[in-house]
């Protein structure tokens, strides 16, 4: 359960700091904004004024130069095919005749969109926005695989291969189980996934085929590849861990292992009961008697130990700091947005509710929690955006925000219902229940509008 826990604390970071990164694109000196007197949308410039006149019942951020819209105002999860795919200049690269997802601020899968049709049956493909290919609707449906070159594809809901993004060519055949695919992350062209019908897995290396494996190495079902190394299980019940040629370069001794990460794994001591230790790529044992193991944040090993306290250690193991969260809360996450700045703490008090907080590089808790959400990115911006008060309402944060700097300084005053992040010199904000706008770096208005109805 403990790694359950940590997993999805893993990933709820992992996508709100990933989406959030995703919209730091700012090639494209547009914003996308409403026209209260036509009822549509278009694209203004820095100064405020119309860069692509109002033409569109809704228009979406650019990203690498490429950018939704929407014809028709009608969701597109109800089944309509509304949207296209515009260039700078307003010309459709992709006609409005799709569902198109985000795929840029979807898990840190960059620079992609994925295109549906949904009528007696779903047809999937993506648009790749670099060189600008589109697979046409191949597939019944596709999915953005975090920070590599491919897609996951299947068509028929059960078996899934790889296409690149680029080309469409198809490097892994669709022989490998749904799920499989999916879950397992892709490092240097190597994956570990399970053929269908069969039992265990293989490792892969993508338009080459399985690796051969030592005897009496088997890959458990929920191995992945990362530096380089794979857990696998011996025939006694043991782990250790395997390189991407198949040798064995840490012999089976553990009774738990799991995935190395910033050249350290987390694994179970068979003289430990209920406790995990570190260890780094060697096989030593750098620490011992702990919880959870989330990665390297500040050069130090970001730990949780089983009585709830967190802090960082050293890589020789000496404990930098050792924190007890605060009442009725867990820690989440540390966030680390500059290389020399303090670390953004950040608590989980429910499954919606959080606090943040701040602390020094050296471990010293830097007064109490103050802000109860942080939305940021990094390195293209600087800035973060802040919260007082507020609640999660199953669609958005609700709260009073405002903008900070890396080291909690505000910059522009916590006053607005919403604030999205910079992009740019421009940054999308509610001022109220009623209207929305754009302010530049100073916290001056450029542009703003009365919400349409319904939203």
Not at 331 to 337: A, D, N, T, V
Request: hydrophobic share 40%; charged share 25%.
């Amino acid at each position: 359960m403990k790694k359950l826990t940590a997993l999805l604390c893993l990933v709820l970071a992992l996508v709100s700091l990933s989406a959030s990164m995703a919209d730091a694109d700012t090639e494209t000196p547009l914003w996308p904004a409403y026209d209260p007197v036509t009822g549509l949308w278009g694209y203004i410039t820095e100064d405020g004024a119309w860069g692509i006149e109002p033409q569109w019942e809704r228009a979406y951020h650019f990203h690498g130069g490429c950018a939704i819209v929407d014809t028709m105002d009608v969701p597109s999860w109800e089944g309509e095919s509304t949207q296209g795919i515009i260039d700078e200049t307003g010309a459709y690269l992709l006609e409005p005749e799709y569902s198109i997802d985000d795929a840029c601020c979807m898990y840190g899968a960059g620079e992609l969109y994925l295109v549906n049709r949904y009528d007696d049956e779903r047809e999937s493909g993506w648009f790749n926005i670099p060189n600008r290919y589109f697979s046409g609707l191949r597939w019944t449906e596709c999915y953005a695989t975090k920070d590599t070159p491919y897609i996951q594809i299947n068509n028929d809901y059960a078996v899934s291969g790889l296409a690149d993004r680029a080309t469409g060519e198809v490097v892994l055949p669709m022989e490998y189980t749904y799920s499989g695919l999916f879950d397992q992350g892709i490092e240097n062209d190597f994956i570990v996934v399970p053929r269908i019908n069969t039992d265990g897995c293989e490792l892969i290396e993508i338009g080459w085929g399985p690796v051969e494996l030592p005897e009496g190495v088997y890959l458990d079902y929920a191995v992945g590849v990362s530096d380089r190394l794979v857990v696998f299980r011996a025939e006694d019940g043991l782990y250790g861990y395997i390189n991407t040629e198949g040798e064995i370069v840490i012999p089976a001794q553990f009774d738990a292992a799991y995935d190395f990460r910033d050249g350290y794994a987390e694994v179970g001591l068979l003289e430990e009961v209920r406790t995990s230790s570190i260890i780094d790529r060697d096989g030593n044992v750098v620490i011992s008697g702990l919880d959870v193991y989330y990665g390297m944040v500040a050069d130090a090993l970001f730990v949780k130990w089983p009585d709830g306290t967190w802090g960082l250690v050293e890589t020789d193991g000496t404990i930098r700091c050792r924190h007890t969260p605060p009442e009725e809360a867990y820690i989440l996450w540390l966030h680390e947005f500059t290389q020399d700045g303090p670390l953004w703490v950040e608590y989980a008090l429910s499954d919606w509710e959080y606090t943040w907080g701040l602390m020094s590089r050296e471990g010293e808790l830097l007064g109490e929690p103050q802000w109860t959400q942080v939305f940021c990115r990094q390195p293209e911006e600087p800035w973060v955006t802040v919260c007082e008060g507020g609640f999660w309402d199953w669609a958005d944060y609700v709260g009073t925000w405002g903008y900070a700097d890396a080291y909690g300084n505000i910059v522009l005053p916590v006053r607005y219902a919403e604030a999205e992040l910079f992009r740019g010199a421009l940054a999308r904000v509610r001022f109220d229940a009623s209207t929305e706008g754009y302010i530049n770096r100073s916290g001056e208005v450029v542009y703003s509008w009365p919400m349409p109805e319904g939203r």
